[in-house]
T-cell receptor, first 110, second 115 residues
């Protein structure tokens, strides 16, 4: 089955700095790469996703990059704000099976 | 649409008791997922259904866990007998694979505490 590794497990940045979270995967058939954000006590929600035919996607302060050759993809958050503090999960797989990464707890400090 | 609905939101029970968690997916979504979340193990996929049929139950921890989806608008996850190590937040999520997006929409979760 798919093996997804997510790093780092915790990340602390100062407000205004950038944050980068990386995931690596093993299944070359994976073609869908979403990122979910889970605030404390709440449900995971999709924040951005990318498909295998695209190398990069950006939505305001967040972006995702994909390197299919190396089998890794990353979440980039620029100009971080306190409300970005949450746990972020990568997922990867196909339409029939998605696997969650282990999560990254991001703390944005003032 | 009210989104994915889960009940109860909180459940406290004693070891050995039967627990039933319920989920109503978003209307029109034909894939449904059950997840378990703990601090130690993170988010784990327990089972998912496509068109009411269980497709992958490899994440179900043991025979004490069972899940059913009798129709497109309802699913249950049952634990019998429950144990303290089953304490976790259980999420249900639904998805419409027929759309151009594969986003999973999560319910609010059920926080289960087994004493």
């Amino acid at each position: 089955g798919e093996n997804v590794e997510q790093h780092p497990s915790t990340l602390s940045v100062q407000e205004g700095d950038s944050a980068v979270i990386k995931c690596t995967y093993s299944d070359s058939a994976s073609n869908y790469f979403p990122w979910y954000k889970q605030e404390l006590g709440k449900r995971p929600q999709l924040i951005i996703d990318i498909r295998s035919n695209v190398g990069e996607k950006k939505d305001q302060r967040i972006a995702v990059t994909l390197n299919k050759t190396a089998k890794h993809f990353s979440l980039h958050i620029t100009e971080t704000q306190p409300e970005d503090s949450a746990v972020y999960f990568c997922l990867t797989g196909t339409a029939s099976k998605l696997t969650f990464g282990t999560g990254t707890r991001l703390q944005v400090t003032l | 649409d009210a989104g994915v609905i889960q009940s109860p939101r909180h459940e406290v029970t004693e070891m050995g008791q039967e627990v039933t968690l319920r989920c109503k997916p978003i209307s029109g979504h034909n894939s449904l997922f059950w997840y378990r979340q703990t601090m130690m193990r993170g988010l784990e996929l327990l089972i998912y259904f496509n068109n009411n049929v269980p497709i992958d139950d490899s994440g179900m921890p043991e025979d004490r866990f069972s899940a059913k989806m009798p129709n497109a608008s309802f699913s249950t996850l049952k634990i019998q007998p429950s144990e303290p190590r089953d304490s976790a937040v259980y999420f249900c999520a639904s998805r419409n694979p027929g759309s151009s997006y594969n986003e999973q929409f999560f319910g609010p979760g059920t926080r289960l505490t087994v004493l």
